[in-house]
């Protein structure tokens, strides 16, 4: 059956990110059911990459809810989320190797953190 894993991660993103990186986060939390080009990643493979951001279970406390909201007087986007699912092929790590390079942090500043269904301490995640 597999065991699940719980993801929280903020971040805001670069004022210059790209227009098809926000199409592609929009589908992944559920805002549009246009399904963009995805780009050569290997999150984008043979991982359910599509509904990650929208993962949810009984296992943990939290609700689900993963948001993108843009901000006028910051001129970017900020991505809040939490979600959990079953991480069978590492999507929670692919998806932050694809994101970094869109998110305005600093190495070294914290974005969030991963937890295992099985495990009471939290995988805490940096820039």
Same mark, same amino acid.
């Given at each position: 059956?597999?065991?699940?894993?719980? &993801?929280? #991660?903020?971040?805001?993103?670069? *004022?210059?990110?790209?227009?098809?990186?926000?199409?592609?986060?929009? +589908?992944?939390?559920?805002?549009?059911?246009?399904?963009?080009?995805?780009?050569?990643?290997?999150?984008?493979?043979?991982?359910?990459?599509h509904c990650m951001l929208q993962g949810d279970s009984y296992y943990?406390?939290?609700?689900?809810?993963?948001? &993108?909201? #843009?901000?006028?007087?910051?001129? *970017?986007?900020?991505?809040?989320?939490?979600?959990?699912?079953?991480? +069978?092929?590492?999507?929670?790590?692919?998806?932050?190797?694809?994101?970094?390079?869109?998110?305005?942090?600093?190495?070294?500043?914290?974005?969030?953190?991963?937890?295992?269904?099985?495990?009471?301490?939290?995988?805490?995640?940096?820039?």
């Open positions: 059956m597999g065991m699940y894993t719980e &993801l929280h #991660y903020n971040a805001e993103l670069k *004022s210059n990110v790209p227009e098809d990186v926000i199409e592609i986060l929009r +589908y992944m939390i559920g805002n549009t059911e246009n399904k963009p080009k995805t780009p050569k990643h290997d999150l984008f493979g043979d991982t359910r990459w943990f406390d939290a609700d689900t809810c993963s948001t &993108l909201r #843009y901000d006028s007087i910051s001129n *970017s986007y900020f991505l809040c989320i939490r979600c959990n699912m079953k991480n +069978y092929n590492d999507e929670i790590s692919l998806f932050i190797d694809w994101i970094r390079p869109y998110i305005r942090k600093d190495e070294g500043d914290f974005l969030g953190f991963s937890r295992y269904e099985e495990s009471e301490t939290p995988d805490l995640i940096y820039a």
